[in-house]
């Protein structure tokens, strides 16, 4: 059973450029939430993806859009990276049945570096 | 007010001890609460869910919620080096959006 994947694993890009992130969601989950976790901190909800749509959206700017794919797949971009957008960006799946009150779990991330 | 707040600074305890961790949380009306651990270098790895108010008892694992004082706590007896990691409180709110906090360090001592 395979379980979240994301690629790639690091990146470093600099100041300007935009980034693609993607995430494959555990067999069986057709939900995917993206989260940013910066250094020494927990992980902030940037947005869910469900049915191919944005179901919900957390407080990141318009730079940071997404999409999910019919087999469930998910990108996250970012355009005109700043620094402080270096973090860890974690895909969570999930099973989003009515109300969305499945367990994430989370894939091994993306370090992204902006130099 | 945050969300999620976990306070506590790095916890050193001993092999063999209980490590106790806790956790507050803003909205009253939450109803689903999670504990995450995470080594350095990884991501959150799921180690304990709870809904009912009271003990969950999972293994060397006991999670605790009080909602009338928005508390949730995590107790690791026994601890083990592999334990030395940062353990997240999540709690969930409106469609599964989970809202983290910072975390807590926990150090095993051999």
């Known amino acids: 059973d395979a379980g979240v994947t994301q690629s790639p694993t690091h990146l470093i890009k600099t100041r300007g450029q935009q980034v693609t992130l993607r995430c494959s969601p555990k067999?069986?989950?057709?939900?995917v939430s993206w989260y940013q976790q910066a250094l020494g901190q927990g992980p902030q909800f940037i947005f869910q993806?469900?049915?191919?749509?944005?179901?919900q959206r957390g407080n990141f700017p318009d730079r940071f859009s997404g999409h999910q794919f019919p087999n469930y797949s998910s990108e996250l971009n970012v355009n005109a990276l700043l620094l402080g957008d270096s973090a860890l960006y974690l895909c969570a799946s999930s099973l989003g049945l009515a109300g969305g009150q499945e367990t994430q779990y989370f894939g091994p991330g993306t370090r992204l570096l902006v130099l | 007010q945050k969300e999620v707040e976990q306070n506590s600074g790095p916890l050193s305890v001993p092999e063999g001890a209980i490590a106790s961790l806790n956790c507050t949380y803003s909205d009253r009306g939450s109803q689903s609460f999670f504990w995450y651990r995470q080594y350095s270098g990884k991501s959150p790895e799921l180690i304990m869910f709870?809904?009912?108010?009271g003990d969950k008892e999972d293994g060397r694992f006991t999670a605790q919620l009080n909602k009338a004082s928005q508390y949730v706590s995590l107790l690791i007896r026994d601890s083990q080096p592999s334990d030395s990691a940062t353990y997240l409180c999540a709690v969930r709110y409106g469609n599964n959006r989970l809202a983290f906090g910072k975390g807590n360090q926990v150090v095993v001592i051999p």
């Open positions: 993806y469900y049915e191919e749509e944005e179901r």
């Open positions: 067999s069986g989950h057709d939900t």
């Open positions: 709870i809904y009912s108010n």
